[in-house]
């Protein structure tokens, strides 16, 4: 990009994962540094962080590319992200575009924009949220046959853990109170680096943070995942109880075909090792149909695994060939009406299994972290609507003052809905079906 003098606004649009997110985050937060505006509605660039991890994907990044430009036909159009290393010249042909960023020169991009490449300064944390997505690592080396990302994020890379551990402290002190550890490959933080730090070591050293009430991991593999991992886990107050273990097949010859790491056999075993060792853990995963050979007994197979570990959330996609992985060249592609049905019918087994537990759940004092309050047409009596999370992944509404944002509280749940549930604030009674304590009302 020509060095040009700072622009005085910038707006960061994302798609994609939690680590897009996080990184579109990091972006801000440098601008914020720079004092750059990064809230004024008429920016003088624009920063599209892209995804392409289905076909699907790569077609919301494009329509929000030309959105931008629409919407904004006078600034700098700057796309980053993965669809933008899948396919650069695509991106920069369409009219309107700027400048292309790969994914490894993102973390630079403010001071690309800035015109400061080289100036090493601490960057503070831009006005916290009660949750927030806290880059680790990224890249992978794992070459599932069916996936884009180690061609677009690339090898191994974790951050430094003094580094993230002092990112987490001002995210705490500015106000944040959980962390969700974000990467490609998660369970993989540390290998690529000399000081021997993994992943565990490193939730030690940010459970130590005083202001930090809660350690969520994102997404993280079966085949990283051991006993002394899951105890490590369970013996710490601050790690929240929930853990996002991507599952794509029940089908051994599938799971072979997709090049998964590690086996199906060690995935059953330490999902249900896992809910002996931490209590009412929650189990969240991704199930993938429609991957090349997927006959009917190996969809079948998948819903009885589902069915066995008992999910309490699903992310289910259709097989999305992508451009140089060996699934995309296979001959033995499922027919779309084939994907569309199956993918129905296994939401539909998540969505059961989510029902019942989200009934389960009536009656229960539970511990919620407060993300935010609705509009005040949505207020009764005076108490606006809320809405947060509490560490086991369940989303809770409740009415009470704006001011209870960011803070823990405790919530006696007396409906459920579909995707969530209801309860009322409690006041000094004890939560005697959660860790930790919570702020009288």
Known sequence: MPQTPAPRSVQVRTLGCRLNKAESDEIRAAL??????????????????????????????????????????????????????????????????????????????????????????????????????????????????????????????????????????????????????????????????????????????????????????????????????????????????????????????????????????????????????IDDVTLTTDVMVGFPGEDEQAFANTLVVTELVGFRKLHVFRFSPRADTPAAIDPRQVETPTMRDRSERVRDLGNLMRAEWLQSQEGRVVQVLIEKAGPAHQSTRGRPRLSGLTDNYLRVYTRGPAGLVGRLVGVLVSSAGQDSVEGEIVGRLPVLQDRGGFHPV
């Not at 916290?128 to 890379?157: W, Y």
């Not at 991991?217 to 107050?237: G, K, N, T, Y």
């Open 32 to 277: 914020a540094a720079r004092c750059v505006d990064i809230t004024d509605a008429t920016p003088e660039v624009v920063v599209v962080n892209t995804c392409t991890v289905t076909a699907e994907a790569s077609k919301a990044s494009r329509k929000l590319i030309r959105r931008s430009v629409a919407e904004h036909p006078g600034s700098t159009i700057v796309v980053t992200g993965c669809y933008a290393v899948a396919q650069p010249e695509v991106v920069a042909a369409i009219p309107g575009v700027n400048l292309v960023v790969s994914n490894q020169d993102k973390d630079h991009l403010a001071s690309l924009l800035a015109g400061d490449v080289g100036v090493s300064a601490s960057v503070p944390v831009v006005p916290a949220r009660p949750r927030a997505n806290l880059k680790i690592q990224t890249g992978c080396d794992e070459l599932c046959s069916f996936c884009i990302v180690p061609q677009t994020r690339g090898e191994l890379s974790s951050r430094a853990a003094g580094d993230v551990v002092a990112t987490a402290r001002a995210l705490a002190e500015a106000g944040t109170r959980e962390v969700i550890l974000t990467g490609v490959h998660l369970g993989k933080y540390g290998w690529d680096r000399a000081e021997g730090r993994r992943l565990v070591d490193l939730i030690a050293a940010l459970s130590a943070l005083p202001d930090l009430e809660r350690i969520r991991l994102s997404s993280i593999e079966a085949s990283q995942i051991d006993v002394p991992f899951l105890e490590a886990l369970a013996a710490e107050p601050k790690v929240c109880r929930h853990l996002h273990i991507p599952l794509q097949t029940g089908d051994t010859r599938l799971w072979e075909a997709m090049r998964r790491p590690g086996t199906l056999e060690h995935f059953l075993e330490i999902t249900e090792r896992a809910k002996d060792i």
